[in-house]
């Protein structure tokens, strides 16, 4: 058996960068960008008014009470028709143009009209008070976005600002999800006394989504060889990215998924990982396709595909951070670790005044689907951490993203 860290490498090894596609604006938000996006005006495109107020030169108000004539008024989206004269101050609106000449804007607030075209300055000013100027966020032709970032709603207001309406990124991957199993029958339908639902075809189906990828559903293969291999084939030759399976590869009298995948002469890379929950996971490529052979147990199947498929998908897309960064917390209660193997063990995170505390979930195991759902987190524990008391610190791999970069 390998390591956690070994199988990744493995799988993270074999995965080939999908191609790009140019995609509507709004329908591009969480997925990875590809192309450099690049300012095509500085930011802001002019000296930009940040209050309203009245533009003026500092040196005129340089002592509180200065009179000022008023020269005008400049509206957002409206070129200043001249420059200030000295002695003078134009009302201005917030987000408009800096007239030449003029080098402050007073708040509007510390200033009062005097009734005869002129206007009593209660400050003193001082020269860049209240301008962003001309591309100091950022100026024309540079960088602003890199490729490999995951488009969140930020990210597209900065392409709409700088007109990329239709940004390059990787085209989705496509997953086909194969679930195998005699006993399990559709979430619809009604189970006889010995058969359960279809837990792990929609978890996979939602976890691939969240990844960035599309799942097409192969449906439920009963537990025979030429079934299992017939589906693996099928998906393999719809040209799919990566195949998940679910079921059938532990050391059961009807696992056929290895058998199959070995008749087929696909490449087996992993067969068995030191991992708790999911030790009998298998990986293997045909082609450019990757592989995973889930165990069946909801909860290794998604641990499984949290560790090793999620960063293969996202990687696959050309994503920077494909990787969860690991948190430290502080235990609430005492988790113990027997197996030998590193174990991720469902705990309930908080944030309190700035730091993380970690309430272990009462879980029945590696099928127990809801533990792992009232979890946000997993506590890892190495095989040398047989037992964790309250107050310990503990290493968390966070089920959601947070501080991703
Ligand atoms: P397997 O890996 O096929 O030996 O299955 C391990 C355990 O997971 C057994 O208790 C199965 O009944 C259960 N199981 C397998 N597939 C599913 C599924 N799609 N949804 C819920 N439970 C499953
Ligand atoms: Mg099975």
């Given amino acids: 058996m390998i390591t956690v860290d070994e199988a990744l490498a493995a799988v993270l090894g074999r995965v080939r960068t999908l191609g790009t596609e140019a995609t509507p604006l709004v329908k591009s938000v969480s997925r990875i960008l590809r192309a450099p ?41 409206v070129w200043p028709d001249r420059a200030l004269g000295s002695g003078e101050a134009m009302r201005i609106m917030t987000g408009a143009p800096v007239p030449e000449g003029a080098d402050a804007v007073v708040q509007v607030e510390r200033t009062t009209m005097t009734g005869v075209g002129e206007v009593l300055i209660g400050a003193v000013g001082s020269a860049g008070q209240n301008i962003v100027p001309r591309g100091s966020e950022a100026p024309r032709g540079s960088e602003l976005l890199r490729p490999g970032l995951r488009l969140g709603p930020a990210h597209l207001a900065v392409l709409a600002s700088v007109g990329v309406i239709e940004p390059v990124v990787s085209r989705r991957p496509r997953v086909a999800v194969i679930v195998t199993g005699d006993e399990v029958v559709d979430p619809g339908s009604r189970p006889g006394a010995a058969q359960i639902r279809n837990a792990n075809g929609p978890a996979l189906a939602a976890a691939i989504r969240e990844a960035g990828g599309v799942s097409t559903d192969a449906g439920v293969v009963p537990d025979q060889s030429a079934k299992t291999r017939a589906a693996i084939e099928r998906a393999l030759s719809e040209g799919h990215d990566a195949i998940v399976l679910s079921g059938g590869v532990s050391a059961g009298d009807f696992d056929f998924v290895e058998k199959a995948l070995g008749e087929i002469g696909v490449t087996l890379h992993v067969t068995a990982v030191r991992v708790k929950p999911g030790a009998p996971f298998v990986f293997a490529t045909h082609g450019d396709t990757l592989i995973f052979g889930l165990p069946g147990n909801p909860v290794s199947a998604q641990v499984t595909f949290e560790l090793f498929a999620r960063p293969a998908l996202l990687k696959m897309q050309g994503a920077v951070a494909f990787l969860r960064p690991k948190v430290a917390a502080t235990l609430d209660s005492p988790l113990t670790n027997r197996s030998g193997r590193r174990n991720y063990l469902p705990v309930v995170a ?56």
Avoid at 360 to 379: E, F, I, K, W
């Fill in 37 to 77: 996006v690049v300012a095509d005006r500085d930011l802001p495109p002019f000296n930009r008014a940040a209050m309203d107020g009245f533009a003026v030169r500092s040196v005129d108000v340089s002592v509180e009470g200065t009179r000022l004539k008023v020269a005008g008024e400049i509206r957002a989206g």
């Fill in 350 to 405: 908080t944030a309190s005044e700035g730091s993380l505390r970690a309430a272990p979930v009462r879980t029945q195991g590696s099928g127990d689907t809801l533990a792992h759902a009232m979890a946000n987190a997993l506590a890892v524990l190495e095989p040398d951490q047989t037992s964790l008391a309250a107050g310990d610190r503990v290493l968390l791999y966070p089920l959601s993203s947070i501080l991703e970069v």
